[in-house]
């Protein structure tokens, strides 16, 4: 028998973090279990759902003459394992876009970032992901051109762990 200060709750399954990453599913059910007739917003009457949209989600659960109600927001977060990266930097001491550096979207656990002339010749590396290249090679300026960057990211979000690797040009402008 259900007490009368009984609320219906919709709970998570699946994922339980309480961050669900775009492109993941969740399982949804109440905190009744299989007990009484459950109807979601979708229209279906099963003891869970499964979603894989941000939204708002309810349920009305019948047992005997009782009929409770349950509602949850879901909000699916871009998760992504990305970098933000200009495509030109102007190393010329003025204060403004001096360094080529990559600002992370999440937090990034592990990083490393290279950076080659046109001849692949390695003229910058760093593993500190606060740290950018200032346009120097060996305590010299560096030539106006294009130069090709690699970067390997480990982030860690929901408990994932998400390795990537990127790559891209840039362009030193004098």
């Known amino acids: 028998m259900i007490g009368e200060d009984f609320e219906l ?16 599913t969740i399982e949804l059910t109440t905190n009744l279990g299989d007990v009484g007739n459950s ?14 949209s941000s939204g708002t989600y309810s349920v009305t659960t019948a047992v005997g003459c009782s009929e409770y109600e349950a509602i949850l927001n879901i909000e699916f977060e871009d998760c992504s394992c990305d970098l933000f990266a200009s495509n ?4 010329n001491g003025d204060g403004k876009n001096d360094i080529f550096s990559l600002t992370p979207v999440i937090e990034v656990a592990r990083f490393n970032l290279k950076i080659y002339n046109r ?24 030539s106006a051109g294009v130069y090709v960057w690699t970067a390997t990211i480990m982030c860690i979000k929901n408990n994932q762990i998400l390795d990537k690797q990127l790559k891209g040009y840039v362009s030193l402008l004098k």
């Open 88 to 91: 030109v930097f102007t190393p």
């Open 39 to 52: 109807t979601w917003n979708d229209g279906t009457n099963q003891t869970s759902i499964f979603v894989a």
């Open 119 to 142: 001849w692949g010749h390695l003229v910058f590396e760093t593993n500190d992901i606060n740290q950018g290249w200032d346009g120097m090679i060996q305590g010299n300026e560096a």
């Open 9 to 24: 709750e919709i709970q998570v399954k699946s994922n339980v973090a309480g961050t669900y990453c775009e492109g993941d």
